[in-house]
């Protein structure tokens, strides 16, 4: 009974490439993340939906588009994946400005 | 743009030390929550903290905020291996959804 899913928990691919990952959440939130966590750990919001709408859009190239068909799953698909994009990416939700929940990550190498 | 910082960057204690974690914000913040990440995992909430001056304690671990709402802290009496992890603090600003989290503290527990 996993609260907060993503898929795939790991993700080695060339440059240039184009990549999704998934997420889905069984709490009933109506608010989900996208956070990338470099390798000095710092955790940056990327993206935020607020029952299937855009709320939060940071400093992002738009090589990066979310999309959520659904207020239960924020998926994250990158575009001509670059070294730089290598990181472990998190997606969260939360009730409101309540905890937040994060899945166990997706940690994405670019070779 | 608005910034959290924590100090310190990492702290190595032996078992039964007490370890304690600040977290400074450039802007006056709505609430704090504090996060914990195990080495290879995901952060998990810890608690939160709404108003000024509030402190509160769960077992070993001791949370305050700030009379001004614009820092933190986080102190745990006599550490165990177990607490080994980077602690985040986070922060809202108003009633913005966007939670912006710390730099993190590591905290390294020997025997």
């Known amino acids: 009974d996993t609260a907060v899913s993503q898929t795939p928990k790991y993700l080695v691919t060339q440059m240039g490439n184009d990549k999704s990952i998934k997420c889905e959440q069984n709490?009933?939130?109506?608010?989900m993340y996208w956070y990338k966590q470099d390798s000095k750990k710092f955790l940056k919001i990327m993206f935020s939906?607020?029952?299937?709408?855009?709320?939060i859009n940071e400093t992002v190239p738009n090589r990066f588009s979310p999309k959520s068909p659904d207020k239960a799953h924020l998926n994250l698909h990158i575009n001509s994946l670059e070294l730089g994009d290598s990181a472990v990416y998190f997606c969260?939700?939360?009730?409101?400005?309540?905890?937040?929940?994060f899945g166990p990550g997706t940690r994405l190498t670019v070779t | 743009g608005q910034q959290v910082m924590q100090i310190p960057q990492y702290q190595h204690v032996q078992e039964g030390e007490d370890f304690t974690t600040y977290c400074n914000s450039s802007?006056?913040?709505?609430?704090i929550q504090w996060y914990k990440q195990r080495p290879g995992g995901h952060p998990v909430f810890l608690i939160q903290?709404?108003?000024?001056?509030e402190v509160k304690k769960q077992k070993r671990l001791t949370f305050q905020f700030g009379e001004a709402k614009k820092n933190s802290s986080l102190h745990i009496t006599a550490t165990q291996t177990t607490d080994v992890g980077t602690y985040f603090c986070?922060?809202?600003?108003?009633?913005?959804?966007?939670?912006?989290f710390g730099t993190g503290t590591r905290l390294q527990v020997t025997l």
């Open positions: 969260a939700s939360s009730q409101d400005l309540d905890e937040q929940y």
């Open positions: 709490l009933g939130h109506d608010t």
């Open positions: 939906y607020n029952n299937k709408e855009l709320i």
């Open positions: 802007t006056t913040l709505s609430n």
């Open positions: 903290l709404v108003k000024s001056g």
């Open positions: 986070a922060g809202h600003t108003g009633t913005a959804s966007k939670l912006t």
